[in-house]
């Protein structure tokens, strides 16, 4: 039994910690949600389609060799950066984002043959690929009781961001009369301030495949049983080592991972809602922009829609319901 003195001892050494512990993390949270924030005020992102036709490239170059370099690009980079962005625990992978959205406005700013769009377009892929790093990074932060509020959060900033930016260029463009390459610039401004933020972003201690928390000097369950079998436990065989360092492989945990999320409904129908929503965001970003350019050259209005899809995409993500989250790690 402990003497009810040093009880009442260790319980107010405790709640001065657990004060600290909470205001360190209530304030990483609000630091990323800013960063998120920050990193999606991007207002010449809108009226990209419209610069380059402006730039004197043509039609047919617009939609036939500079936009589908994206999504084949971007299908290249998807799987590495997800890798990479639970292996180097998420900061690397945001700092990576943000120095590829450099790339991305300088390319356009200075660019001018269709080679440099595409490799535009390449770097525009990578900082698609690294949204997951931003996604995920928060739960490396709250404990999982709070994975669901804390999702919520980060993605509304997200959201907030995304269409104060529309606005914000629709604004400058149509009341304004700023041309396209000054909101250009404006975004290049922008990125570099969310760039400086990203540098300041801690970097967790561990992530959800390659860097799990260790148990004993970064030995792994299996690994201590066979230093301490225990009593009446005979010393596993060279094969049950060797299965159980493959149920602890990382390639192993994320395939179970996968097959056991994929029987959420919740997490089927947030897919769908995914699909539906990046398509549709895509096809009016730039299909949709060339056909206005076409139709009539005074039509640029891309902010306002980008605005407006948005909205539709807030309201979509209520109707499919709560976010899905790894609750439970």
């Given at each position: 039994m402990v003497p009810t003195g040093q009880v009442a001892e260790k319980q107010a050494c405790e709640e001065p910690r657990q004060d600290r512990e909470l205001k360190s993390w209530?304030?990483?949270?609000?630091?990323?949600?800013?960063?998120?924030?920050?990193?999606q005020l991007r207002p010449g992102e809108s009226f990209i389609t419209p610069y380059l036709l402006e730039r004197n490239f043509t039609k047919e170059q617009v939609t036939?060799?500079?936009?589908?370099?994206?999504?084949?690009?971007?299908l290249a980079v998807l799987v590495p950066i997800f890798?990479?962005?639970?292996?180097?625990?998420?900061?690397?992978?945001?700092?990576?984002?943000?120095?590829?959205?450099?790339?991305?406005?300088?390319?356009?700013?200075?660019?001018?043959?269709?080679?440099?769009?595409?490799?535009?377009?390449?770097?525009?892929?990578?900082?698609?690929a690294a949204r997951i790093a931003y996604s995920s990074y928060i739960f490396?932060?709250?404990q999982p009781s709070r994975y669901q509020r804390m999702a919520s959060y980060s993605r509304a900033a997200v959201l907030l961001g995304v269409f104060i930016s529309s606005v914000l260029g629709q604004v400058l463009v149509t009341l304004g009369g700023i041309s396209t390459y000054m909101l250009n610039c404006i975004s290049l401004g922008f990125i570099l301030f969310s760039l400086s933020l990203s540098l300041f972003l801690k970097r967790p201690k561990r992530s959800l495949f390659f860097?799990?928390?260790?148990?004993?000097?970064?030995?792994?369950?299996?690994?201590?049983?066979?230093?301490?079998?225990?009593?009446?436990r005979p010393e596993p065989r060279k094969l049950e080592r060797m299965l159980g360092t493959c149920r602890d492989s990382f390639l192993v945990r994320m395939l179970s991972e996968l097959v056991k999320n994929v029987r959420q409904p919740q997490l089927r129908l947030w897919c769908l809602w995914w699909v539906f929503n990046s398509a549709g965001y895509y096809l009016i970003t730039y299909y949709v922009h060339v056909l206005w350019k076409i139709t009539d050259s005074r039509l640029n209005y891309n902010g306002a829609v980008d605005a407006a899809s948005t909205l539709l995409s807030m309201h979509w993500r209520a109707l499919v319901g709560p976010s899905w989250t790894p609750a439970g790690r």
């Open positions: 209530r304030w990483l949270v609000f630091y990323l949600c800013f960063f998120g924030f920050m990193a036939n060799e500079i936009i589908p370099m994206l999504p084949y690009s971007h890798l990479l962005t639970d292996y180097l625990r998420y900061k690397p992978v945001l700092v990576l984002q943000c120095l590829s959205f450099v790339c991305v406005w300088l390319l356009l700013l200075l660019g001018t043959s269709v080679v440099h769009m595409q490799l535009m377009e390449v770097f525009y892929s990578i900082t698609m490396s932060l709250v860097n799990r928390s260790a148990l004993v000097q970064g030995a792994l369950p299996c690994e201590l049983d066979q230093m301490h079998p225990g009593p009446g």
